[in-house]
């Protein structure tokens, strides 16, 4: 009896150890961190913020938000990929950060393969917009005055390689300039200056301005893409406003490390999933002009295939424009 009796504790102890060693085991089993390769309060960011605020109750941890800024996103890129790969430290990146920073940097890592794709989670088109000193009313007056003004007027950059950067560059190849370009640490800080008239003009992504042409702080002359934004209704297409084809929209995704666990790829890709068809969380990214991709395109397989394509097709491009990191 004496020995039945030793044999089913040592069942229970076993027992209980083993799903407790499951339970430590069990993916987050702590706080989550978005590395965030721009400034506080910049686009990028400011997606971050309202994805990981949700994400932390699918999760059930706190997803902690680490802005590491530099050298067009690439230093806080390069931060994840050298990191673990156990999914706790997460990469949030756009087509500036994986895929144009490839094209003019000499990168210490492989943007395809050094990270294992997690989620497509927004895309957001560019605004032209200026400080409210500039003359033109609308983006044909816009080209008349920076071709008249090309040697003393200045276009800010959210950074060098940012996709605000390749869209300047194709704006000077078309309308035929050479202008000042001002690089900042982040759409934040350009967009400071841009209010307070430091600088000209910027090609930003609609969640970074709109705020400010709402509050009257800077004029909006079209919006980089074929469709009018339901967030600005009032602001043209280029194709409306006389500089057709301009089109350059800035989605974001979330990466891990290579040799992320499946199953770890799979829970932060749900916990996406689950974020992202969250009615307000919809509602803040609408207002922000964030278009979310439909369900199909939330998934780890559908970002690696997007990711690829986007090099294939953007660094012939940036590269016969001869766009430098320097």
Do not use: C
Not at 238 to 258: F, I, K, M, Q, S
């Amino acid at each position: 009896m004496r020995r039945q009796l030793l044999a089913l504790i040592a069942g229970l102890v076993g027992t209980v150890v083993v799903h407790g060693a499951a339970g430590a085991d069990a993916y987050p089993s702590h706080s989550v961190t978005f590395i965030v390769p721009f400034s506080a309060g910049g686009p990028t960011d400011t997606l971050a913020r309202i994805v990981a605020e949700r994400m932390s109750r699918a999760l059930g941890q706190t997803v902690i938000i680490e802005n590491v800024t530099g050298a067009g996103g690439s230093i806080g890129v390069g931060r994840v990929a050298r990191a673990s790969p156990d999914g706790y430290t997460v990469s949030i990146g756009h087509i500036g950060t994986h895929v144009i920073n490839g094209a003019i940097y000499s990168l210490p890592y492989d943007l395809l393969k050094d990270f294992q794709p997690v989620a497509l989670i927004a895309n957001n088109p560019q605004l032209i917009v200026s400080k409210l000193a500039v003359p033109a009313k609308d983006l044909k007056e816009l080209i008349g005055w920076v071709k008249a003004n090309q040697s003393s007027m200045s276009i800010g950059l959210g950074g060098i390689g940012t996709p605000g950067h390749l869209t300047a560059v194709y704006f000077q190849n078309i309308i035929g300039t050479q202008v000042q370009m001002v690089p900042y640490r982040g759409a934040a800080p350009a967009m400071q200056d841009l209010v307070a008239g430091h600088i000209d003009v910027m090609f930003d992504q609609a969640s970074n301005s709109l705020p400010q042409v709402r509050g009257g702080k800077i004029r909006a002359y079209a919006v980089t893409a074929a469709t009018r934004l339901p967030a600005a209704p009032d602001v043209p297409t280029v194709d409306e406003a006389g500089l057709p084809g301009l089109y350059l929209g800035v989605w974001h995704g979330l990466w891990l490390p290579r040799g992320a666990p499946k199953e770890v790829v799979d829970r932060l890709d749900a916990a996406v999933v689950e974020t992202l068809a969250d009615d307000a969380v919809r509602a803040r990214l609408a207002d922000l002009g964030q278009e979310i991709p439909p369900r199909e395109q939330q998934t780890p397989e559908a970002l690696g295939s997007f990711h690829k394509a986007q090099i294939e097709k953007w660094w012939p491009l940036i590269k016969a424009a001869g766009m430098k990191a320097e």
